[in-house]
């Protein structure tokens, strides 16, 4: 029996099983045969606020300095003054503040402050959606980073590195990692280049499926109590798999005309590139309508030589109101928003149905933290982009009122997903977006 018991735990890491997600159909789209696309992207340190934040109000609003880069695509994105992150703030727990703008962008929840395996948030918005409408695609969901994921480790001021290096949480006790390697992610969406390799990895899979299956209805015979509970969980997990399999089997899509990525670009813009394609072919095939981007983890210590910024942009954020700092932070917010720029470009350039497909779409783009320097998480820089299957208002300045909770706009675009939600984190209310 012991043995028995090894042999099946050998298989059961073997085969990876997936925590267990329950999946409810979404009501349907705005617009009957165009699904709608939500996608977090994620931006790290706060930013240069008299530089980053338009001027005036409504659609006569003046754009700033560091959103400049998005000129061209001024009706087709909205930008929000007013949205706060209350749970990213100390509320007792003392330094931190990186750690708790990662993990409360999405969840709206506290993190608790530890640095060992007792972590705890709450479920982000993003997996909310996922574990309605996930169903229908390939994948639930996709989680992107320019960063190493960890899961563990103490990376700000006690608090775990898990809180910094995830946006997405799948249960209030577990992240759903993501992926750094270009590669990787186009595998993960399409199989590998080998397509007869990639059949016959699905053959071997199902093939270790039925035996295990047949070796465990032997043992379910003689098991008893726990054991037996133990194995019920085991079938249930086996049979999600199968699921799993059923799913990409017949949401299989055809490898779309791109370069397969090689790996890592060793240029920070090549590999942020590299990411947003990703991100729009996913949304191209279908293979996924929700998503998330980390750009870098808050706290990023990463430079910009590409620009000319050859200090930390952590340790330049913390600026004093020094003349030379506050250029060098607004130089790498422009980086950013030009970056951003040509991806809603990219979305908007790919044909879909009676439009394209930024206007099947629904994109945030804005960060946990305002201010660098004071660590303050109201006033957030965010930006809304895309037109929601013509649900949504761009081309304007939205102001609303002051402490408006983030999530509120979570739960609003969850709403226009068509997922049910009562709230996300603390969210009071919907936004009129």
């Given at each position: 029996?012991?043995?028995?018991?090894?042999?099946?735990?050998?298989?059961?890491?073997?085969?990876?099983?997936?925590?267990?997600?329950?999946?409810?159909?979404?009501?349907?789209?705005?617009?009957?045969?165009?699904?709608?696309?939500?996608?977090?992207?994620?931006?790290?340190?706060?930013?240069?606020?008299?530089?980053?934040?338009?001027?005036?109000?409504?659609?006569?609003?003046?754009?700033?300095?560091?959103?400049?880069?998005?000129?061209?695509?001024?009706?087709?994105?909205?930008?929000?003054?007013?949205?706060?992150?209350?749970?990213?703030?100390?509320?007792?727990?003392?330094?931190?503040?990186?750690?708790?703008?990662?993990?409360?962008?999405l969840t709206g929840c506290q993190a608790r402050k530890t640095a060992g395996a007792d972590i705890r948030i709450g479920v982000s918005a993003d997996q909310i959606a996922a574990?309605?409408?996930?169903?229908?695609?390939?994948?639930?969901?996709?989680?992107?980073?320019?960063?190493?994921?960890?899961?563990?480790?103490?990376?700000?001021?006690?608090?775990?590195?898990?809180?910094?290096?995830?946006?997405?949480?799948?249960?209030?006790?577990?992240?759903?990692?993501?992926?750094?390697?270009?590669?990787?992610?186009?595998?993960?969406?399409?199989?590998?280049?080998?397509?007869?390799?990639?059949?016959?990895?699905?053959?071997?899979?199902?093939?270790?499926?039925?035996?295990?299956m047949d070796d465990a209805k032997r043992l379910q015979s003689r098991a008893t109590g726990a054991d037996k509970n133990k194995l019920d969980e085991y079938f249930t997990s086996?049979?999600?798999?199968?699921?799993?399999?059923?799913?990409?089997?017949?949401?299989?899509?055809?490898?779309?005309?791109?370069?397969?990525?090689?790996?890592?670009?060793?240029?920070?813009?090549?590999?942020?590139?590299?990411?947003?394609?990703?991100?729009?072919?996913?949304?191209?095939?279908?293979?996924?309508?929700?998503?998330?981007?980390?750009?870098?983890?808050?706290?990023?210590?990463?430079?910009?030589?590409?620009?000319?910024?050859?200090?930390?942009?952590?340790?330049?954020?913390?600026?004093?109101?020094?003349?030379?700092?506050?250029?060098?932070?607004?130089?790498?917010?422009?980086?950013?928003?030009?970056?951003?720029?040509?991806?809603?470009?990219?979305?908007?350039?790919?044909?879909?149905?009676?439009?394209?497909?930024?206007d099947h779409s629904m994109i945030v783009y804005g960060g946990g933290i305002c201010d660098g320097d004071r660590h303050n998480h109201d006033h957030l820089p965010v930006l809304?982009?895309?037109?929601?299957?013509?649900?949504?208002?761009?081309?304007?300045?939205?102001?609303?009122?002051?402490?408006?909770?983030?999530?509120?706009?979570?739960?609003?675009?969850?709403?226009?997903?068509?997922?049910?939600?009562?709230?996300?984190?603390?969210?009071?209310?919907?936004?009129?977006?």
């Amino acid at each position: 029996m012991n043995s028995r018991r090894l042999f099946l735990k050998s298989l059961a890491s073997t085969l990876a099983l997936p925590m267990l997600e329950p999946l409810r159909a979404a009501t349907a789209s705005a617009v009957p045969g165009s699904p709608l696309r939500l996608a977090y992207v994620y931006l790290p340190n706060g930013v240069n606020t008299k530089l980053w934040f338009p001027t005036g109000s409504g659609k006569n609003y003046e754009l700033s300095p560091s959103l400049a880069p998005l000129t061209n695509m001024r009706d087709h994105f909205q930008v929000i003054k007013g949205l706060a992150l209350d749970k990213a703030s100390s509320n007792g727990d003392g330094a931190g503040d990186h750690a708790r703008a990662n993990a409360s962008f999405l969840t709206g929840c506290q993190a608790r402050k530890t640095a060992g395996a007792d972590i705890r948030i709450g479920v982000s918005a993003d997996q909310i959606a996922a574990r309605q409408i996930g169903h229908l695609t390939r994948l639930p969901s996709l989680e992107l980073s320019t960063d190493e994921p960890r899961r563990s480790g103490n990376c700000d001021s006690g608090y775990s590195c898990a809180y910094q290096y995830n946006l997405a949480w799948r249960s209030e006790t577990t992240p759903a990692p993501p992926m750094r390697d270009p590669r990787m992610v186009f595998e993960a969406l399409f199989g590998s280049k080998d397509e007869k390799g990639n059949a016959e990895r699905q053959l071997r899979k199902k093939s270790v499926l039925d035996f295990v299956m047949d070796d465990a209805k032997r043992l379910q015979s003689r098991a008893t109590g726990a054991d037996k509970n133990k194995l019920d969980e085991y079938f249930t997990s086996v049979r999600e798999i199968e699921q799993r399999i059923e799913r990409a089997e017949k949401h299989r899509k055809e490898r779309p005309e791109i370069d397969v990525p090689n790996g890592v670009p060793s240029s920070y813009r090549e590999h942020i590139r590299a990411m947003y394609d990703l991100m729009l072919v996913a949304f191209q095939t279908d293979s996924t309508r929700v998503a998330s981007f980390l750009l870098a983890h808050d706290g990023s210590n990463r430079t910009f030589p590409e620009i000319g910024v050859n200090e930390s942009h952590h340790g330049i954020s913390h600026h004093q109101r020094d003349a030379k700092r506050l250029a060098l932070i607004a130089k790498i917010d422009e980086y950013y928003a030009a970056e951003f720029a040509r991806f809603l470009t990219n979305l908007k350039n790919v044909k879909e149905g009676d439009g394209n497909l930024l206007d099947h779409s629904m994109i945030v783009y804005g960060g946990g933290i305002c201010d660098g320097d004071r660590h303050n998480h109201d006033h957030l820089p965010v930006l809304l982009a895309g037109h929601g299957n013509g649900t949504l208002q761009t081309g304007r300045l939205l102001e609303a009122r002051e402490e408006t909770p983030l999530t509120n706009l979570h739960l609003t675009l969850l709403d226009r997903m068509g997922v049910q939600a009562e709230r996300v984190g603390d969210s009071t209310g919907k936004l009129d977006v």
